[in-house]
């Protein structure tokens, strides 16, 4: 079993960076691929982004391109979540998730999560 621990959230301002951190334990996550996802209050998780193993591809939402990166450490069983250029609308709590190899957008392809951090972006 994989335990995923998100962290790095908080409270920033419009137009800040910020960068979360996720770690894995009881499994090596350099089999995985890792992908970050996002729930707003009232709205369905969204996907964000996923990495493959290797870190070779990558894949990220509409939303988020060209402002967020995803980045991975297999050597320290981490996965990053670059936030540049924040919005008001990027407040949600984010979670980390990992699943088989490939790129996957669809939750349902995740079997393990953590328990997300809070991301909060005032205007």
């Known amino acids: 079993q994989m335990q995923l621990v998100e962290s790095g959230g908080g409270l920033v301002q419009a137009g800040a960076s910020l960068g979360l951190s996720c770690v894995a334990s009881?499994?090596?996550?350099?089999?995985?691929?890792m992908a970050w996802f996002r729930q707003a209050p009232g709205k369905e998780r969204e996907f964000v982004a996923a990495?493959?193993?290797?870190?070779?591809?990558?894949a990220y939402g509409d939303s988020v391109k060209g402002r967020f990166t995803i980045s991975r450490d297999n050597a320290n069983n981490k996965v990053f979540l670059q936030m540049n250029s924040l919005t008001v609308d990027d407040t949600a709590v984010y979670y980390c998730?990992?699943?088989?190899?490939?790129?996957?957008?669809?939750?349902?392809?995740?079997?393990?999560w953590g328990q997300g951090t809070q991301v909060a972006v005032s205007s």
């Open positions: 998730a990992a699943g088989r190899n490939g790129l996957y957008s669809r939750r349902s392809e995740y079997p393990y």
């Open positions: 009881g499994r090596t996550l350099s089999t995985y691929t």
């Open positions: 990495i493959t193993w290797s870190g070779t591809n990558t």
